[in-house]
C-alpha cells in the first residue's frame, strides 16, 4: 500500500552509526524530517547530506529531527557523517525492511533498489508531507520553507 500525508508513519526499529537502536517512537514530540537515501558517500546522496547538515540550525530552532535512512552499514554511516560532518542520525536498513514498509524503493527483478524520498512526520507521528522529486543541493531549504508555508 502506498503512503500519503494524513497516513500514520509505519514505526521501524533500526541501528544507528553508533550501533544504537533507533524507532520511530524515539522522535515522538517532535516534528522529524525522514529521508531515503540510495548510498553514503555518492555524490548526489553527499550534496544532499549537506544540504540538510547546512540547513540544520534552522531546523533545531524549530524542533526538526532530521533521521536519514540507506542500505548501508552503522559503520558506513559513522564514517559518511565524519567525513561530512553530519549533525543528525543515520540509520542503517540493511534488511530493506523500513524501505519496503515506506515504499522507498524500485523492485527490478526482485531487487530492490534504494529509492531517494524525504517524509515529513508532526508530533503525533501522521505523515504530512511526502516529497519525491528532490533538488539534493537544495533539499534543506525547500523541506524548510515547505514546513513554514503549510
Do not use: W
Not at 7 to 14: E, I
Not at 110 to 139: K, M
Amino acid at each position: 500500500m502506498k503512503l500519503s500525508p494524513g497516513m500514520h508513519a509505519p514505526d521501524f526499529a533500526l541501528k544507528d552509526e553508533t550501533g544504537t537502536l533507533k524507532k520511530l517512537s524515539d522522535f515522538a514530540g517532535k516534528k522529524l524530517v525522514l529521508y531515503f537515501y540510495p548510498k553514503d558517500a555518492t555524490p548526489g546522496c553527499t550534496k544532499e547530506a549537506c544540504s540538510l547538515r547546512d540547513s540544520y540550525e534552522d531546523f533545531t530552532k524549530e524542533a526538526v529531527a532530521i533521521v536519514g535512512i540507506s542500505y548501508d552499514s552503522p559503520e558506513s554511516h559513522a564514517q559518511f557523517k565524519q567525513k561530512y560532518h553530519l549533525p543528525f542520525t543515520l540509520l542503517s536498513d540493511s534488511t530493506r525492511e523500513t524501505a519496503k514498509a515506506y515504499g522507498a524503493y524500485q523492485s527490478i527483478k526482485n531487487y530492490l533498489f534504494p529509492e531517494r524520498i524525504t517524509f515529513i512526520i508532526n508530533e503525533t507521528g501522521t505523515i504530512t508531507h511526502i516529497l519525491e522529486n528532490i533538488d539534493v543541493t537544495n533539499h534543506g531549504e525547500e523541506i524548510l520553507t515547505l514546513m513554514r508555508t503549510s
